[in-house]
């Protein structure tokens, strides 16, 4: 019997994501036999210290889950509370909750595509060493996220973790004066927005499609951020309360973060590529043109073009917000009366990372008897798998140090948040 050998390549810390985590590959007489994503960073069970808090606290404690994308956990959590007790926020209050998400979408986008994932298509190693060679690169994409932050601060109350976003509406609505300040901020990251795309597109990427279904939300005339329907490019049209009944979650061994699939069993894919392939209509017209003239189409199914999707999403949220501004006009009142009642409750957005799902039972009392959160990350754990198992197969040539970078980009793809996913990254190659 010939002998066997085994090979395993580490990576103590997987760079530019956000969390803990380790991978692990497994090759047999030139086949890839294992793929596990190791998600690893401590559970820090905010489901169950929601238990016994007060309905309105739900979208403050949760927001903590990320210190990236709290909007995306507030508006879910707050969608959820005001479904439950019967309430719907419209009108400007509504459309200042929908600024507040586009400022996050910004920042968010801005650090991804620039800091974290850029990198890996000019080959540096860190942002700070591709500063050396393009600083402007560097330069524009903190202008880019200091503008969405300023969006967070004036709407949100302040810039990480904002605070003024209360069930039933806001604590404060802004006066129109000091939204204006946020023009001319918007305005130059609107062209650094448009400067991203033709930069992205012109990156090499692997040829790779993936065969999966797409889902995210979708409302008639609006890009989805805040609400809508969850639908899939194989035809699925639910409300997000039907949300458990067509997906579910399951524990595997290697990862502390819950596997989630369509219930029956398949994977699905959340993020930009699903939002762009669904909704690409819906974009702002500068965005869509921003597409167009690179060439970028709908659907895209190469997860590593999504980083292309994410520079024309920036431009339709800077456009947007523009937009938003420009319309605004301050509400008679920052917020209306919510009473609670008994029941449960459902709240769906779009996270910039993708679709975010929140279930909460109360009392009536107002009291949280039970929660239930999906995040976007731990709904693509089983599409990144494949992803890497399919990348894997078509690279096997490669030396063990280049393909443990094409795997750690390959993870990229998705950024993944592994720190809300936890209810990278040591990496592993063993060839045998």
């Not at 085994?6 to 090759?27: F, H, P, S, Y």
């Not at 090499?204 to 899939?232: H, K, M, N, T, W």
């Amino acid at each position: 019997m010939p002998e066997r050998r085994t090979k395993t390549i580490k990576t103590d810390v997987l760079a530019r994501v956000e969390g803990e985590g380790a991978m692990r590959v497994r090759i047999e007489s030139g086949r890839v036999t294992e793929v596990q994503l190791r998600i690893y960073e401590p559970p820090r069970f905010f489901e169950a210290f929601l238990r016994g808090r007060d309905f309105t606290e739900a979208l403050d404690i949760t927001s903590r889950i990320c210190g990236i994308c709290p909007i995306a956990y507030q508006m879910s959590a707050v969608t959820a509370m005001e479904s439950l007790c019967g309430v719907e926020v419209g009108g400007q209050l509504r459309a200042l909750r929908r600024l507040l998400y586009c400022g996050e979408w910004i920042e968010s986008h801005a650090l991804h595509v620039f800091m974290l994932h850029a990198p890996d298509f000019l080959g540096f190693e860190s942002a700070v060493a591709m500063a050396r060679e393009h600083p402007t690169i560097v330069t524009d994409a903190l202008a880019l996220k200091k503008a969405g932050n300023e969006v967070m601060r004036v709407v949100g109350g302040r810039e990480v973790h904002p605070i003024n976003v209360r069930v039933g509406g806001v604590h404060r609505a802004p006066r129109k004066a000091e939204l204006a300040t946020l023009v001319a901020g918007l305005e130059r990251a609107r062209e650094i927005a448009l400067g991203a795309v033709r930069l992205t597109a012109s990156f090499d990427f692997p040829d790779y499609d993936q065969d999966i279904e797409l889902v995210a939300l979708a409302q008639p005339g609006e890009y989805p951020i805040d609400r809508g329907r969850i639908i899939s490019s194989t035809g699925l049209d639910i409300a997000p309360e039907e949300y458990e009944s067509r997906f579910v979650e399951q524990h595997v061994p290697w990862s502390h973060a819950l596997h989630s699939q369509r219930a029956g069993g398949g994977s699905y894919l959340v993020g930009p590529l699903a939002r762009f392939a669904t909704s690409f209509s819906a974009l702002t017209p500068l965005a869509r043109e921003a597409a167009a003239d690179v060439g970028l189409r709908a659907p895209e199914r190469n997860p590593f073009r999504s980083i292309v999707v994410r520079a024309v999403e920036l431009v339709h949220a800077v456009d947007e917000a523009l937009e938003l501004i420009a319309a605004y006009e301050e509400p008679d009142a920052p917020a209306i009366e919510v009473e609670p009642r008994a029941g449960v409750g459902h709240g769906a957005t779009e996270a910039p990372r993708g679709l975010l799902y929140h279930r909460y039972e109360i009392d009536a009392d107002g009291t949280i008897l039970a929660a239930n959160i999906v995040p976007p990350t731990s709904q693509n754990q089983i599409a990144i798998e494949a992803d890497l198992r399919g990348v894997v197969e078509r690279s096997l040539e490669l030396p063990d140090e280049q393909l443990s970078r094409l795997c750690e980009q390959t993870i990229r793809n998705y950024d993944p948040c592994i720190s809300c996913a936890t209810h990278f990254l040591t990496l592993e190659v063993e060839r045998c």
